[in-house]
């Protein structure tokens, strides 16, 4: 709903930004983002791996939780019996287990981890050629605007509409 809202408003806005032009005048797309990705055999291949290694590591980070859990439960269940000095081994192994384990977890799902990358890595080569193809599209068909009504993005202009370099000399001023 939200999307939708913006991307009437950006519509709105471009409108009357063109200044002598009328609306019928301005040739304006939109696309779906969402159902393309979902018709995208390349996404759908690329979504698939990355789910299986997601699950790889799913499957480490669990394994690695439950050495932890087997190591708490021993240090419960005998520490009784133990010197003071093999509690205090037991507990800095505890201790290195769950360090071990949140680095692990940062390198895989941290923000700059593994499946961040991966993702990127996978995912970079189909939005370049989706834009690619909208780009080819816009300007072969004369398509003023073109937005993404699933985010309500603009995925395409001409670059006689672009502002930034007026915007960057006011700011200069």
Not at 91 to 114: A, D, V
């Amino acid at each position: 709903m939200k999307s939708r809202f913006t991307f009437l408003m950006s519509l709105a806005v471009i409108i009357l930004m063109s200044g002598g032009l009328t609306a019928k005048e301005l040739k304006i797309g939109f696309i779906d983002s969402d159902r393309i990705l979902a018709q995208f055999q390349d996404y759908l291949d690329a979504k698939r791996i990355l789910e299986n290694e997601e699950k790889q590591y799913s499957q480490n980070a669990r394994q690695m939780e439950n050495d932890i859990r087997a190591l708490e439960d021993e240090i419960e269940s005998q520490s009784l019996m133990w010197s003071n000095e093999k509690k205090m081994e037991k507990q800095s192994e505890l201790q290195t287990k769950y360090m071990g384990y949140q680095q692990y977890i940062e390198e895989i799902w941290g923000p700059t981890g593994k499946l961040y990358q991966r993702n990127m890595e996978l995912s970079k080569p189909i939005i370049d050629k989706i834009n690619l193809i909208i780009k080819k599209i816009g300007e072969d068909e004369g398509y003023d605007f073109i937005f993404d009504a699933t985010t309500g993005s603009l995925v395409h202009a001409k670059d006689e509409y672009d502002l930034t370099d007026r915007v960057i000399e006011e700011l200069s001023r």
